[in-house]
């Protein structure tokens, strides 16, 4: 299978979005051409997109728009290609809108109609989809072009298939314009259920923006990051609890893990780096912590610039539960993660082997190097003041030179988290004698000597 991915722009590439692309021309099956195009006319850039796609057979019978601020994974990519070669000849994938005080879905389902996002569902049928990433097959256009006329625009001659028009009293942009002109030809448009996009603004805008975290919402609307998603945390934990879906729901929705956490911490009152380690070695209370904030949306887009890391060797530096290096796994990175044995260690390796992820475990950083990236969410403000220029320089040392550490931490005390130390400037103050600089909030790169 041979396929055309556009890109049409209007403002510079997100870095994301780049290294998206890379991993995506670098697949054989399908082969991808990838083409560039700017213009302050979205509407413009794409017909001319699609008309030169129409007038080179040789690119291929599917075309996959990509806009400049969408992430994705070469998977997603092929899995589009995959749906317009099997018969749903304009086929999407669901992303939020980045504008306005709450995301909305960036398509248009049929009245009424509910989609249940999860890894073994099939394409629907919608009204609308947007042209942020949409495959669409050759003789859609071929068809379209019978009846539109050839244009002039500047040097070039292209076919209108995306001029926005007046519908039905709506004034339609120039991707549902598309979809309504496919659908008056008597083609039809879907949505893959399969694929979660994010939408790069002054954030991350994922799927998971457009809820609540509250967990009895989770089941039935399944979105995912990876191949983990967040019906997975939940019944990895029946499985690995043995109760079912429902038990499990019913605990994360009735106990505050963050609450038992502060009450077990404020009770032993570990004072000394070895209470604190041996603290979270036997803890039994922090994997309904992490599972209840690995299933909010604000877990989610703190997660998410690390999809834009474009090295290949990561460490998950005090992973948890395992969701992030599951993600990352899954996203053809070769993870380590590194947690002190506990309660919440058992259960990551529970869900790596369940998910047959090849997943490195370690207990530390020692003897690690030539990493190209040490993420640490939520874990930095955990570490003993004693122990920060000791980890620090393993954490440097691990590191290639260019390598990169990408750290997002909540650092300070507060009823909430009394285990949380107030450590950030002291962070900063040892990666920069250690050659780690500071390049951006929460972002160092280690510099060659």
């Known amino acids: ?22 991993q995506t021309l670098a697949l054989t099956e399908p082969k991808f ?54 018969g749903y000849d304009v ?12 995301p909305h879905p960036a398509v248009r389902l049929k009245p009424g109609q509910r989609v249940v996002f999860k890894p073994d569902a099939e394409p629907v049928e919608i009204v609308y989809a947007s042209t942020g990433f949409m495959g669409i097959h050759r003789k859609v256009f071929e068809k379209l072009a019978q009846s539109l006329p050839v244009l002039r625009s500047g040097v070039d001659e292209i076919i209108p298939f995306f001029m926005p028009f007046a519908y039905q009293g709506e004034y339609l942009s120039e991707d549902w314009a598309f979809c309504q002109r496919a659908r008056d ?96 070695r036997a803890t039994k209370n922090y994997i309904y912590d992490l599972a209840q904030f690995n299933l909010s949306p604000g877990y989610w887009w703190r997660i998410y610039p690390v999809r834009q890391l474009a090295g290949k060797r990561i460490v998950d ?48 950083l020692d003897g690690l190097t030539n990493q190209d990236a040490i993420v640490a969410i939520d874990t930095l403000e955990h570490i003993h003041p004693s122990r920060i220029e000791a980890i620090a320089r393993k954490m440097c040392e691990a590191l290639r030179n260019g390598g990169v550490i990408l750290e997002v931490s909540d650092f300070g005390y507060s009823d909430e988290h009394p285990m949380h130390y107030d450590t950030r400037s002291l962070w900063e103050k040892i990666f920069k004698e250690l050659g780690c600089i500071k390049i951006s909030e929460g972002r160092y790169e280690k510099k060659g000597g």
């Open 1 to 22: 299978m041979k396929a055309y991915l556009s890109t049409c722009l209007r403002r510079e590439l997100d870095a994301g979005t780049a290294y998206s692309i890379s």
């Open 33 to 86: 051409t990838w083409g560039i195009n700017y213009d302050a006319l979205i509407d413009r850039v794409r017909s001319q997109q699609a008309t030169f796609f129409l007038d080179n057979p040789s690119l291929g019978d599917v075309l996959l728009f990509v806009d400049h601020d969408i992430l994705f994974t070469a998977r997603d990519a092929a899995q589009i290609v995959k749906d317009v070669y099997n």
């Open 91 to 102: 086929c999407g994938a669901m992303y939020v809108t980045r504008s306005g005080t709450v």
């Open 185 to 280: 030809a008597g083609f039809k448009i879907y949505l893959d259920p399969r694929i979660k996009l994010a939408h790069m603004g002054d954030r991350a805008y994922v799927l998971e923006d457009l809820q609540l975290s509250a967990t009895d919402q989770i089941v039935t609307f399944t979105v995912r990051e990876g191949q983990i998603d967040r019906t997975e945390i939940i019944s990895d934990l029946a499985a690995y609890w043995n109760k079912t879906i429902e038990e499990v729901k019913n605990i994360l929705n009735t106990v505050s893990g963050k609450q038992l956490l502060a009450r077990e911490w404020n009770e032993k009152n570990p004072q000394t780096p070895e209470e604190v380690e041996n603290f979270y």
């Open 317 to 364: 530096f005090g992973g948890g539960i395992g969701t992030l290096s599951l993600a990352l796994a899954e996203a053809n990175r070769e993870v380590t993660y590194v947690e002190l044995p506990s309660e919440h260690r058992r259960f990551a390796e529970f869900r790596f082997k369940r998910h047959r992820a090849n997943i490195r475990v370690v207990d530390s």
